[in-house]
């Protein structure tokens, strides 16, 4: 495992702009939109080792329950792993951030007893290698909590999103899809 290492590893995602403007807007929109309180229920009930994909700035971090005895936060971008890094230090159980893939998860087999991803899956290139390395890292009876956004309702809403799917979308968000 190459905790505590800081440079970004060979599954790095440069996302400059992206970054810097999540890292602005994702903590209003939190309160807005309601995110903080689907970030708890995410997190509720979790113990042991969790390791969270995709941590982005750490805004989960100061929802994990005292119960969890370690978090490894995996953050590919190397902004957001410095933010994620500043709020490891404030949270209230131990996180070690490190840089990493979804896909190429750096850390050894059935070693965690969850998995969180959230609002990541959307962005990962390979989603069933990501979902792979999740099943891998996890012990026989480990849990896996989501929290993801996907296809809208309606049929505008569908084509709508289609649309910028295949146009400026995924450059303005991240990759996002
Ligand atoms: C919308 S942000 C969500 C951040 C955070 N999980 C949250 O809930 O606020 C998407 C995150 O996925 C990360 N990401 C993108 N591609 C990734 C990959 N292949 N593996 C892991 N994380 C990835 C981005 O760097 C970014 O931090």
Do not use: K
């Not at 290698?129 to 996907?150: I, K």
């Amino acid at each position: 495992m190459r905790l505590g290492s800081e440079a970004p590893g060979p599954g790095a995602v440069r996302h400059p702009v992206f970054a810097r403007y999540y890292a602005r807007v994702s903590v209003g929109a939190d309160a807005r939109l309601g995110f903080a309180g689907v970030r708890g229920r995410l997190l509720a009930g979790l113990s042991g080792r969790v390791i969270e994909v995709g941590a982005g700035n750490g805004l989960n971090f100061g929802r994990y329950p005292a119960t969890v005895a370690q978090v490894v936060a995996v953050e590919p971008e190397p902004l957001l792993g410095r933010l994620a890094r500043e709020s490891a230090r404030r949270a209230p159980v131990p996180v070690d951030v490190v840089p990493g893939a979804a896909e190429a998860l750096p850390v050894e087999s059935g070693a965690f007893d969850a998995v969180v991803l959230s609002l990541v899956l959307c962005s990962v290139r390979d989603v069933a290698r990501a979902l792979e390395e999740a099943r891998r890292v996890l012990r026989p009876g480990g849990q896996v909590r989501f929290f993801e956004h996907g296809r809208g309702g309606g049929p505008a809403m569908r084509l709508t999103q289609r649309a910028l799917d295949r146009t400026v979308w995924p450059a303005l968000a991240g990759g996002c899809h």
